[in-house]
């Protein structure tokens, strides 16, 4: 860990001379669901499989490792070969479980945090209001997707990555090629999603689509409910129009 940066592979995930002694646990939780022959997601099992997927993790008292962490990650993908990489983001476990509530609006402080201290502008091509269709998570000039999965998600198991709330970081560059609205993008979508709701007790979240639905709101997609119920409240992203 150099530069206040704590991007690791997966070998480090378990070296406790430099992770904290929560880790190990909660990762080794994250592979064996990851890399079940049933899971929903080809690509994430995929690329954990290959050591392909970087991570790293938050104490609830020290954050300031993260915009360093995140920028190192997209360092990544300057040079060829290109890869898919995602990045998964470990929240230390609370002493007891929370509520969906808590684990979303936890969720979204870690984003905002991440935008007060990006010393990049906003990518021109997205829009900055989180209302617009076409508006994603940017960070460093990157636009991402990112997705929400915690211990509170009972019926969406798929969304249940273990005892620590779980951000996955895909960055967009990563979907080319399987855009919401091409041949390949449709067909992997679905595939996904029929796995999906054979692990899920409830069908398809109103609130999941693709990226550039117009009748959608991209934000929607990152913390779901583990319900039926589409999201009414107004979005908790506070944008730094720097």
């Not at 360092?75 to 470990?90: N, S, V």
Request: charged share 30%; hydrophobic share 30%; with cysteine.
């Amino acid at each position: 860990m150099i530069d206040n940066s704590c991007l690791l592979k997966k070998e480090e995930m378990k070296d406790r001379t430099i992770v904290p002694d929560w880790l190990p646990k909660e990762y080794e939780t994250f592979h064996k669901i990851v890399t079940d022959k049933t899971f929903p997601c080809y690509f994430g099992m995929g690329a954990e499989k290959k050591g392909e997927l970087r991570y790293s993790f938050l104490n609830h008292d020290d954050w300031s490792h993260l915009p360093n962490t995140v920028e190192d990650f997209l360092k990544l993908f300057e040079e060829p070969p290109f890869i898919r990489h995602g990045f998964f983001l470990f929240v230390e476990p609370e002493q007891e479980e929370k509520s969906i509530e808590y684990y979303r609006e936890y969720f979204w402080d870690i984003l905002n945090y991440l935008n007060d201290n990006d010393q990049e502008p906003w990518p021109v091509d997205y829009p900055t209001d989180p209302d617009h269709h076409l508006w994603a998570f940017s960070f460093a000039g990157e636009p991402f997707f990112v997705f929400g999965n915690s211990p509170a998600y009972k019926q969406r198991k798929t969304r249940n990555l273990g005892n620590s709330l779980v951000l996955g970081f895909q960055p967009r560059k990563i979907f080319e090629g399987l855009e919401g609205t091409s041949k390949g993008g449709i067909m992997s979508r679905e595939k996904v999603r029929e796995r999906v709701e054979k692990w899920d007790q409830l069908p398809k979240h109103p609130d999941i689509s693709h990226y550039g639905d117009p009748t959608h709101h991209e934000w929607k997609q990152y913390f779901i409910g583990d319900d039926v119920k589409p999201i009414t409240s107004k979005c908790p992203f506070h944008q730094n129009n720097k």
